[in-house]
């Protein structure tokens, strides 16, 4: 089991950052990979940016050049840090983590982008 917990998220501004980290606990070890995923209200969730153990990132069309993963292997956590952020990328989101053959999730933090 892989416990997961998000924090960071908050009411920002158009143009503004934030940082969204995700603490994963538990059995930890041999995580494959781990992502952020978002869901706005009356929409199916998306992928947002992953980052795989072995290396490599990916990112949704919509945030690159805005958003960057990282990690902290010592400290077991995951990082998403948003600049210029805009209205569309208001939603509830939520970190991921695959370690092979299951997916755990986090209960989701909410980002709202509004003037």
């Known amino acids: 089991q892989v416990q997961l917990v998000e924090s960071g998220g908050g009411l920002v501004q158009p143009g503004g950052s934030l940082r969204l980290s995700c603490a994963a606990s538990g059995s930890s070890f041999s995580i494959n990979a781990m992502g952020w995923y978002r869901q706005a209200p009356g929409k199916q969730r998306e992928m947002v940016a992953t980052i795989r153990t072995i290396g490599g990132t990916d990112y949704a069309d919509s945030v690159k050049g805005r958003f960057a993963i990282t990690t902290d292997n010592a400290k077991n956590t995951m990082y998403l840090q948003m600049n210029n952020l805009k209205p569309e990328d208001t939603a509830v989101y939520y970190c991921?983590?695959?370690?092979?053959?299951?997916?755990?999730w986090g209960q989701g933090t909410q980002v709202t982008v509004s003037s």
């Open positions: 991921n983590a695959y370690k092979w053959p299951d997916a755990y």
